[in-house]
């Protein structure tokens, strides 16, 4: 943990069984829900887990995109709901 605020741009869309939630600057970073506040609280986590691993096998973090960048650059998706995903400091992951 190194005291950063991340804070990075979502989107949310409609499955079958609930919601998937996916980061823009973080492909492969996905996670799902029953409802959106779930689909949230479950995104939070997936982008928590994927930038401490990124952290232990010392990956650079990606900058934000902005939302312009974000929305000229993907045309083609139509989310649900688009919202700031923020983690204000990173919590220890358990182990197995």
């Not at 741009?9 to 029953?34: A, H, M, Q, R, T």
């Not at 609280?41 to 900058?63: T, V």
């Not at 650059?73 to 182990?95: A, H, Q, S, T, Y």
Request: a positive charge.
């Amino acid at each position: 943990m190194n005291g950063k605020v991340y804070a990075y741009i979502s989107d949310i869309v409609k499955s079958k069984s609930g919601y998937n939630i996916l980061f823009y600057d973080f492909p492969g970073c996905v996670s799902e829900g029953k409802t959106l506040e779930e689909t949230i609280k479950n995104g939070k986590i997936a982008l928590q887990m994927h930038i401490e691993g990124m952290i232990e096998d010392k990956e650079k973090i990606p900058k934000p995109s902005s939302l312009e960048k974000i929305i000229k650059e993907d045309k083609g998706n139509k989310p649900e709901v688009r919202i700031l995903i923020e983690l204000e400091k990173l919590l220890p992951i358990k182990k197995n």
